[in-house]
């Protein structure tokens, strides 16, 4: 393609840059039909451009099909890929209740650790439970203790809790929630 972005065809001209054609006025309504042609002809040749362009073989069987899909991937919002797919990532009561429970069974395996270091232990324990997408190795302690705070406070499972140490005690309650949630 010469570098001023101009092709030809045949008679016709194309600037890449003022994608219309430069056709003369047609006199008659043969030189229209004629216009038409070389239009349409034209047309097809950059299709097969763009099938090129596009790493398509032009003589497979659905070239059309994988076209129109390159083309709508390239200029239609809801099709191209972003670096976040999916829903975002939400912290619901259940994550809250499995932090407590790898908590309590921290805490269980370590009598003797302080409070903070059982939050500094816990990204890199929960990376074997349902909490691994939710916390990663490199979050920050003080962000699961005010996690796990705000759980304790949540009037649904200080209710729960309630009603749960009516019947158990609060080892049982405890142990009955690792079971729950800590299998794998």
Do not use: C
Not at 22 to 45: G, H, M, Q, T, V
Not at 83 to 97: F, S
Not at 104 to 119: C, D, G, M, T, V
């Amino acid at each position: 393609m010469p570098k001023d972005g101009i092709k030809k065809l045949g008679n016709l001209k194309f600037d890449r840059k003022n994608p219309k054609l430069n056709l003369p006025a047609p006199r008659d309504e043969e030189e229209k039909i004629e216009n038409r042609s070389w239009e349409l002809d034209f047309k097809i040749y950059t299709l097969f451009d763009l099938m090129v362009h596009f790493g398509i073989d032009p003589k497979a069987e659905n070239a059309w099909v994988l076209l129109a899909f390159h083309l709508a991937e390239h200029y239609v919002p809801a099709m191209q890929a972003s670096g976040k797919v999916g829903q975002p990532r939400k912290w619901d009561r259940t994550a809250g209740l499995t932090l407590y429970a790898l908590f309590k069974s921290l805490q269980h395996a370590h009598p003797n650790l302080k409070r903070q270091a059982i939050f500094e232990m816990l990204p890199n324990a929960a990376q074997k439970t349902s909490l691994r997408h939710l916390l990663k190795p490199h979050i920050k302690p003080i962000t699961l203790e005010a996690r796990y705070d705000k759980l304790n406070q949540d009037k649904y499972f200080m209710a729960f809790k309630a009603q749960a140490l009516k019947e158990f005690s609060e080892e049982e309650f405890n142990e009955v929630l690792i079971r729950l949630y800590l299998k794998n």
